[in-house]
């Protein structure tokens, strides 16, 4: 038993100067929206034909009102970041000349720096701000689990009870600012709990997505050395049980294999898909939620971090090697996560908003975690999947919650269009206002089908491009203030400056195709790559000097408008999550009959993209289906089963060049029955591989 603390739950001089400094005036206003409900807009571009006036204002008119903005932050980056900061609360403000950066490895390392000498603390900005002025009743999650009939909701002032407890019970642990912890949980309303509880004190959260393997997650623990981890005993995903307790425990004993015996403590969350008394246990490191959480103490004071203090790491798949620890800092990520959930979904306090991504990857993040609770929106948080118990399981969510916002993935609008528009239109949509999607490109035929057929054609659909590397939304649509056009994320977001380069690094104009890059830092940026700050230097800062480079092809059209064309690099976008192909050939190679392996990705009618294997065995007579069957258990052990191959296509040999190159190109058009659009192959060092490889499709 823990005693309470008497601490007051709120410094009241501190109260006044939040009320003086920080615009709790315009926020109570921003909340007072019924005045403004149901008043008719004078909006005069509409995003889509047909689409009926906007229930109230949006936050940016216009396409002018956009430019205006646009060129202040891209003129005076520094001004225009620190008047939009002044809406978050700083318990010390930031330095005069707080934004400094070098983009360009000729001039040393890489660095980039916002609002440094400012201090603050993120979840202060997202639950007790809310709670200080009067809103602690508000929703905050609205849950829904697997099964129909669980659903729970939790208000602003109950979610920074629950957050303060755990942050209490991370301090009682000796968790400190800094020090690494390793998530690995189920959407339900504990995952975004436990990530604002470490951030409350300071420490940085690795979230890892829950459909990782067991080796997946102990390099991420080792990577990162995590002291401590929170997992729950079991989840259940559509009809299958996942026993996330059973991942974890291996997870710890292969990183002590591989020497790193750091894990002291396992927060276990039970859920009745595998009850206590079933969960495999490790006694004096394993304790349960249940008995350690609810007796904390209910507030606890924010850790203040400077701007530049690390709040998060989250691992991504990159083109070479390991996955990459993607380090992200308070302030920056902060203001920009804010400022984008805001102006992109057209955010006010109270809307209802549904993102459909799972907070183990950086959409959950950013626009599931902080950028809403920076709102106060109200978020539902989905722990199924969209098809289950029926294809009609979103769209009646929307309507039971009056879902304003839904912003989902392309790949699950292509997986449910297959069931027809009647589990759509059997359900009430008028609530939505704004959709959007996020991933990978969206192909016009899902784009007409979300417009038309969920939304009416009265809903703008805001295509956002962006990376777990940038933070935010870089290049999207702002819902009402311009025409949109299937396929195209349209323009850049404030304080981005996109550029597309030649080959040799030069800047086109006008309407032209080439490499996506980014010309000054945006306070979102990710610092660095976790423990290795010259890979980060490397991966993104030496491809073309002075531009930060996604790895994206882009083109831009007559109108400005932006079109994502997918990876330059070796990374495959499988239904909106990245896989490195580097990642998957060396879980195939690690097969002991396997001699070599070279991984693509080709087009998938659901998935976006597909991973399709070429691998080359030791002997011939390992080619056989039962064969297959072990290599896919491989990748599905050291990735997971999103990174399994849909295919793998036996390669006698591999089409090189002499320099011992493997020639992705003509692997892509084998793979797609290209033949006749092969290219150049007299720079292959041995030409006939590419007939025998065609001889053994299928096989
Ligand atoms: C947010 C997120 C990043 C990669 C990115 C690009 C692809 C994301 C996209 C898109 C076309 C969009 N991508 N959004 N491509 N249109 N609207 O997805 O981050 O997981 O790091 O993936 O996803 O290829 O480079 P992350």
Redesign the pocket.
């Known amino acids: 038993q823990v005693a309470r603390t008497h601490e007051p739950r709120y410094d009241v001089t501190a109260l006044k100067e939040e009320l003086k400094m920080h615009r709790i005036q315009v926020l109570s206003k921003q909340f007072n929206l019924d005045s403004e409900a149901g008043q008719q807009v004078g909006v005069t571009l509409f995003p889509t034909a047909g689409s009926q006036a906007y229930d109230r204002p949006p936050l940016i008119k216009d396409r002018s009102d956009y430019e205006r903005l646009h060129k202040w932050s891209i003129d005076d980056p520094a001004g225009f970041w620190a008047e939009i900061a002044k809406d978050f609360f700083w318990s010390k403000k930031w330095d005069d000349n707080h934004h400094t950066y070098n983009f360009d490895m000729r001039k040393g390392r890489i660095e980039c720096n916002w609002f440094k000498g400012g201090k603050t603390n993120i979840t202060y900005n997202c639950l007790d701000r809310w709670v200080a002025s009067g809103h602690g009743n508000q929703l905050c999650f609205i849950w829904e689990g697997n099964d129909l009939g669980h659903e729970r909701v939790m208000t602003y002032q109950q979610v920074l009870n629950d957050v303060c407890r755990v942050a209490n019970w991370l301090r009682a642990q000796g968790v400190k600012k800094g020090d690494c912890v390793t998530i690995y949980l189920p959407m339900i309303c504990e995952l975004p709990i436990a990530m604002l509880a470490c951030a409350r004190i300071g420490a940085v959260h690795s979230v890892v997505f829950a459909g990782f393997s067991a080796d997946a997650l102990a390099q991420r623990i080792q990577d990162c050395k995590s002291k401590l981890l929170f997992t729950s005993s079991a989840v259940n995903r559509g009809p299958k049980r996942v026993d996330l307790k059973h991942i974890v425990d291996d997870a710890i004993s292969i990183a002590e294999r591989n020497g790193y015996k750091g894990v002291k403590r396992v927060l276990v969350y039970e859920k009745s898909a595998l009850p206590r008394e079933q969960t495999p246990w490790v006694a004096g490191r394993d304790v349960w939620w249940r008995d350690e959480i609810p007796n904390r103490p209910e507030f606890c004071s924010p850790e203040w971090m400077d701007a530049e203090d690390p709040l998060f790491m989250l691992y991504?798949s990159g083109s070479t090697g390991q996955p990459k620890g993607?380090l992200h800092t308070t302030g920056g990520y902060m203001v920009q996560t804010g400022t984008a959930n805001k102006y992109v979904f057209d955010l006010r306090p109270g809307d209802v908003y549904w993102c459909t991504a799972d907070c183990g990857?950086?959409?959950g993040h950013?626009f599931l975690t902080y950028g809403p609770l920076l709102n106060g929106a109200s978020c539902v948080l989905f722990g199924s999947t969209p098809a289950y118990p029926d294809p009609g399981r979103c769209w009646n969510m929307i309507e039971k919650y009056k879902v304003r916002v839904f912003y989902t993935?392309?790949t699950l609008l292509r997986s449910l269009m297959q069931f027809g528009d009647k589990w759509v239109t059997a359900h009430d949509r008028s609530s939505l206002r704004i959709l959007g999607?996020?991933?990978?490109?969206?192909n016009p035929h899902a784009w007409n089908w979300f417009n038309e057929v969920v939304g009416e054609k009265r809903c703008p659909i805001v295509?956002?491009?962006?990376?777990?590397?940038?933070g935010a939304?870089m290049?999207?649509p702002l819902p009402y203030a311009w025409a949109t056009k299937p396929g195209s994320?349209t323009l850049p977001f404030f304080g981005v400056q996109p550029v597309i380069l030649n080959d040799k690094g030069e800047e086109l104009q006008g309407a032209c195709e080439g490499i996506l890059a980014i010309k000054k830092p945006w306070p979102s940026i990710m610092r660095t790559v976790y423990g290795d700050h010259e890979r980060f230097e490397k991966t993104y800062f030496s491809a073309f000097k002075g531009y930060y480079f996604?790895?994206?092809g882009c083109r831009r059209d007559e109108d400005g408008y932006y079109w994502?064309t997918?990876?330059v690099d070796d990374?495959i976008?499988v239904s909106?999550?990245?896989v490195g192909t580097a990642e998957v050939e060396s879980a195939l190679t690690s097969h002991p009959q396997c001699a070599e392996a070279a991984v693509i990705g080709t087009p998938h009618n659901i998935k976006g993209e597909a991973v399709y294997a070429y691998v080359t065995m030791l002997s011939e007579s390992d080619c056989t289906p039962a064969m297959k069957k072990e290599l896919v258990e491989i990748v599905k052990r050291q990735i997971g089963s999103f990174a399994i191959p849909d295919c793998i296509h036996w390669a006698p040999g591999l089409p090189k060049t002499r320099s011992g190159k493997i020639m992705r190109r003509i692997l892509r058009k084998i793979a797609t029955g290209a033949y006749d659009e092969l290219g150049d192959t007299s720079t292959l060092a041995e030409p006939g591989v590419v007939d025998t490889l065609i001889s053994m499709k299928g096989k």
């Open positions: 991504t993607v990857w950086i959409t950013t993935a392309p999607t996020v991933g990978e490109p969206i295509d956002t491009w962006w990376q777990t590397e940038t939304a290049i999207t994320a996604t790895g994206d994502i997918g990876r990374v976008n909106g999550h990245r």
